[in-house]
């Protein structure tokens, strides 16, 4: 029986019952599922004799009173409403994992709480009370002790898009001796290591898959992403740059750590005001000086009445249309120049930086036939553009739990990127003039009456956008944290060696003391990654490694690959990049028109190996004496982009698949919401907070190749190959 008949079966119960009651049955069903796949007592005789279950007929005992139970705590929310952690612990845990995660992510919550309860008996209360102190993550600003016994002083840049707040933070770093730069994306630390480079200014570029660090120097600067900015090394000045991500639910603690970790007598953050409050209360317990400097955006912003009506005709001069996937911005830009007969720019994330800067010279110059831009949501982040008009394709977006709406955060920040006045190319000409400069080139005055519009591509996505530019974001009130490694080390000594660490995982998650100022950052896809690379003995400090690993586990050979590198550590060998057969490095021997599966399958495939490869680099920074074929690694990380690359530039789409492709996607976004709402009624807010723009998941935080397979399917045509 589907969801919505049962829906008609209670229509004459109370809404709240109706909704438990649904919620109640997929429950059970699940769980019931999940004793007879995965947790049979066939299957995991052993772990359950080490928690003190010998026989089937005590196994059978614990489900049935597990499953009692759950009804209890189902009753508890029909018949009281009691939903929230407190009064309801079991039911709140199960609803918060299907709003995050849908049905995937509930079966994950029950099979830890079947855990939890199997586990209850085994500990004394006093080594229980020793977990929840070691579980106590009230005070992580204590976790930097080095950093505590310095003075800092905290300047705060606030404002919206082009108001020259960024200019301002790094134009102190500039005039620094020595410093950090942390930003959210690889293109942005790419960019401030570009710069410092031209300017004669020694720089490291780190990132996670690539470090250049300079010959021959002892100091220089440091160019990072945030999650790599270094904290056991003093400077002058750091910036952070997009401080508001603090409070994202799934990438928020890099900011944090950063902010409260990074050893510099001045810290420049950049940011959103609804950052402040938040900022301001932890520089007042930490004792560093708060100094604020807001700045007013330097020229008008409005969002149209009208959208292009999905007439690409309607284009002019100076417009950029804003997508999300490789595969739809190579094919939307191909669609341009068919309907308006003029040249198209293109720019995104995970393009070469020299090929990324140069199409972005040809949109930014008057005189030539490039009138037009295609744009990843990466412009949001503070890339140099001359955009008279921020138009987006669509309004939702993919995240590893479906499709979601686009936040008031994200859709006023990218669109925030019109009407800006100073040019690519005007700023590297004054950067330059007479030599390398010293300082930063300050914003030029806006030219009268240069008012940036933003609008959308379809009637559907309108009010979306109206809505977001008529309401302010809500402020921040925590700042994300992660469990450190050397708690989750002290803490897994308390259990079994048969204990699965997903469990150890999710238990110290489970019990964690947090303050009223912090959130702990979702686990995302670290409970998979425990549970595959769990048969391969490695120490609880390498498992964490792997946690925060750029995994791509929803490519096809995602988890075999993560299981291969694994391995390689948990020997100590085997590491060399032509050693590991799960690495499908035949497929550079073949071509696209001779692919068995097809060419959307090549393209895919080309990107599952990229992605493997990636996470090769990233692990051969950290184990260089296992993953030794760094170099070789690079070259053949270099030759799929190439195919990946040469393949991309002549995507086609028909207008009426994209059309149909964006049309699929509000689909799927309303079916998911009625579905929470159907089971959950009015309490299925998603609370999740997406702070800014990016593909969270990738390494580097780079744009997907596809927002959805149907992307590739719709391609009319690929390149042959060369």
């Known amino acids: 029986m589907s969801i919505r008949d049962s829906i008609k079966r209670t229509s004459g119960v109370g809404s709240s019952s109706r909704t438990h009651a649904i919620f109640r049955r997929l429950a059970t069903s699940r769980f019931d599922e999940l004793i007879r796949q995965d947790f049979s007592w066939q299957s995991k005789k052993e772990d359950y004799v080490s928690l003190g279950i010998t026989t089937e007929s005590d196994f059978q005992k614990s489900t049935d009173a597990f499953r009692a139970l759950l009804d209890k705590s189902c009753d508890l929310a029909s018949r009281k409403h009691a939903i929230n952690k407190s009064d309801n612990p079991l039911f709140f845990a199960l609803r918060q994992a299907f709003v995050e995660g849908d049905v995937p992510q509930l079966t994950k919550e029950l099979r830890y709480s079947f855990q939890n309860y199997l586990m209850r008996l085994r500990f004394s209360k006093s080594i229980s009370a020793t977990h929840k102190k070691i579980a106590d993550f009230r005070f992580p600003y204590e976790w930097f002790p080095a950093t505590r016994a310095m003075k800092r002083t905290i300047h705060m840049h606030v404002g919206p898009t082009n108001s020259g707040k960024t200019y301002h933070a790094l134009k102190s770093l500039e005039n620094a001796t020595t410093g950090i730069y942390a930003g959210p994306l690889r293109l942005l630390a790419h960019e401030v290591y570009s710069r410092f480079t031209a300017k004669g200014k020694p720089c490291a570029l780190i990132t996670g898959e690539e470090q250049r660090i300079p010959e021959n120097e002892d100091n220089y600067f440091r160019s990072c992403t945030v999650e790599m900015t270094p904290l056991n ?40 005001e609804r950052a402040v409050e938040i900022i301001k209360s932890l520089c007042d317990t930490i004792g560093d000086d708060c100094i604020i400097h807001r700045y007013k955006r330097l020229n008008p912003l409005q969002t149209m009445s009208k959208s292009l009506d999905n ?56 005189d030539n036939e490039y009138d037009f831009l295609v744009a990843s949501d990466a412009i949001g982040m503070g890339l140099n553009l001359e955009i008279k008009r921020v138009i987006f394709e669509q309004t939702h977006k993919r995240d590893r739990n479906g499709y979601r709406a686009m936040s008031t955060s994200e859709l006023k920040q990218i669109g925030g990127r019109a009407g800006r006045f100073r040019t690519a190319s005007q700023a590297i000409k004054t950067d330059n003039k007479d030599g390398a400069a010293a300082k930063p080139a300050a914003p030029a005055n806006p030219t009268k009456g240069s008012v940036g519009l933003v609008t959308t591509l379809d009637n559907a996505d309108l009010a979306d956008v109206q809505d977001a530019f008529n309401r302010e974001p809500e402020p921040l009130e925590t700042a994300g944290i992660q469990i450190p490694p050397s708690v989750l080390e002290r803490f897994s000594s308390y259990f079994p060696p048969t204990t699965s660490f997903s469990y150890i995982l999710l238990r110290l998650r489970d019990i964690a003391s947090i303050s009223h100022r912090f959130h702990m950052c979702g686990l995302g896809e670290m409970v998979d990654i425990a549970d595959l690379i769990q048969p391969y003995p490695m120490s609880v400090y390498d498992r964490c490694v792997f946690l925060n690993a750029p995994v791509a586990l929803r490519e096809k050979d995602g988890p075999e690959v993560l299981q291969a590198m694994a391995r390689c ?12 057969p799960e690495l499908n490095l035949e497929l550079l021997d073949l071509q696209r028109e001779t692919y068995p599966q097809g060419p959307a399958a090549y393209l895919r495939d080309l990107e599952s190996l990229h992605k493997a490869i990636t996470l090769y680099l990233w692990l051969s920074y950290r184990y260089s004496g296992v993953f030794r074929s760094q170099s070789l690694a690079f070259h053949i990380k270099h030759m799929v982009e190439e195919k990946i690359d040469g393949q991309l ?16 996607v509000r689909k799927r976004f309303a079916s998911r919401e009625r579905k929470m709402e159907e089971i959950l009624g009015d309490t299925a807010k998603d609370k999740t907070q997406h702070e800014s723009v990016g593909n969270w998941d990738e390494e580097g935080h780079q744009e997907p190749l596809f927002e959805d397979p149907v992307e590739l399917d719709a391609i009319e045509k690929l390149p042959k190959s060369t």
């Open 233 to 272: 090394h003093k400077v002058d000045v750091a910036v952070i740059d997009e401080i508001q991500m603090i409070g994202d639910n799934e990438r928020g603690w890099a900011w944090t750590q950063a902010f409260l970790g990074v050893q510099a007598k001045e810290v420049h953050l950049c940011g959103e």
């Open 311 to 366: 007439k690409l005709k309607n284009l002019e001069k100076g417009d950029c249309i804003v997508s999300f996937s490789r595969v739809g911005l190579h094919a939307l830009k191909q669609a341009v120049e068919k309907a308006t007969g003029r040249r198209c720019a293109i720019v995104y994330g995970s393009l070469p930086p020299e090929t990324r800067a140069q199409q972005a010279a040809l949109f930014n110059d008057p």
């Open 569 to 580: 550590v948990s020997n100590m060998e085997g590491g060399h990049v032509l050693d590991i």
């Open 649 to 664: 530039a002549e995507v086609v789409f028909t207008d009426e698949a994209r059309r149909a492709i964006i049309s699929k």
